[in-house]
């Protein structure tokens, strides 16, 4: 059973930075890519991030690129995603999914299995 257990949110400052864990069990984790998404209220699920393990291939959506960094541990099965430069708008409930698809822009979880997230709340 492919499990993922999310941690590492919590309140932070504008400006400020979070590192998010994702670990990760039930599944061969160097075959898979590895995605993080979130959600504000109110607003659609977004694709943040994705990172295929294998060959360490990253993608980020145009909103956080720049700011946030992607990466993985494969002795811990666990994949990073390091925040910095957060803003307001970055406030949401993160959730990371494997395994994930990039195609034309879009990360999507549509057919993996997800956390159940982690709360970034960013004050201004």
């Known amino acids: 059973e492919v499990q993922l257990v999310e941690s590492g949110g919590g309140l932070v400052q504008a400006g400020g930075s979070l590192r998010l864990s994702c670990a990760t069990s039930g599944f061969s984790f160097e075959s898979y890519s590895v995605g993080w998404f979130r959600q504000a209220p109110g607003k659609e699920r977004e694709g943040v991030s994705c990172i295929s393990i294998g060959d360490g291939t990253t993608y980020y959506s145009d909103s956080v690129k720049g700011r946030f ?20 708008e970055d406030t949401a409930v993160y959730y990371c999914a494997a395994p994930v698809t990039y195609w034309g822009g879009i990360i999507s979880g549509e057919h993996g299995s997800w956390g159940q997230g982690t709360q970034v709340t960013v004050s201004s």
């Open 69 to 88: 960094t992607i990466s993985s541990d494969s002795a811990k099965n666990t994949v990073y995603l390091q925040m910095n430069s957060l803003k307001p």
